[in-house]
């Protein structure tokens, strides 16, 4: 697993209350009942933080899945 991805599992896990859950890039919204829109707020929010960029309004409206948050934080 990448680092990123790591720190990514650490945000979804920390957003979730889930700290055996385990994602990968093929991980969907639909995958994950607790992957709501409050959810989406919060690891939104985690990733610009942690990885010091940010999402535009479009970009957010289009994530489906991890694989659409690690295209952003790998620019």
Do not use: H, P
């Not at 690891?43 to 990885?51: G, P, Q, T």
């Amino acid at each position: 697993m990448s680092e990123k991805l790591t720190k990514l599992q650490s945000i979804f896990r920390d957003v979730i209350g889930d700290s055996s859950l385990e994602i990968s890039e093929d991980t969907k919204r639909a995958d994950l009942e607790d992957w709501d829109s409050v959810a989406m707020v919060q690891i939104i929010l985690a990733v610009e933080s942690e990885f010091g960029i940010r999402f535009s309004t479009g970009d957010i409206a289009n994530i489906t899945a991890v694989s659409d948050i690690m295209k952003k934080i790998s620019g």
